[in-house]
Nanobody, 126 residues
């Protein structure tokens, strides 16, 4: 079992920045392919960003490309999402996700990931 805990969410004005963190335990962190998703009430969970076992491969949704940066620190067992130039459309609950098996799905698909954190709320005010 992989246990994921997100942190770093909060209230920020449009144009501001936040950094989300996700700590993983239960499996060697370097063996986990990781992703960030977000969800608002009444909508499907939306892909944000993903990273492979190392930072060689990174993927971003078009809506966040150029504003968000995904990174990982394998020594600390922590995944990060640096969010800059936030706008009200970024308001959502952000979830950390892990794929310990290296499932052969696209990194933007929810079915790739078998472990999810509890989420952290990000609210962007105008």
């Amino acid at each position: 079992q992989v246990y994921l805990v997100e942190s770093g969410g909060g209230l920020v004005q449009a144009g501001g920045s936040l950094r989300l963190s996700c700590t993983a335990s239960g499996r060697p962190f370097s063996s986990l392919e990781m992703g960030w998703f977000r969800q608002t009430p009444g909508k499907e969970r939306e892909f944000v960003a993903a990273v492979g076992w190392t930072e060689i491969k990174k993927y971003y949704a078009d809506s966040v490309k150029g504003r968000f940066t995904i990174s990982r620190d394998n020594a600390k067992g922590t995944l990060y999402l640096q969010m800059n130039n936030l706008n009200t459309g970024d308001t959502a609950v952000y979830y950390c996700a892990a794929d310990p098996a290296g499932n052969a799905y696209l990194p933007s698909t929810r079915q790739k990931y078998t472990n999810w954190g509890q989420g952290t709320q990000v609210t962007v005010s105008s």
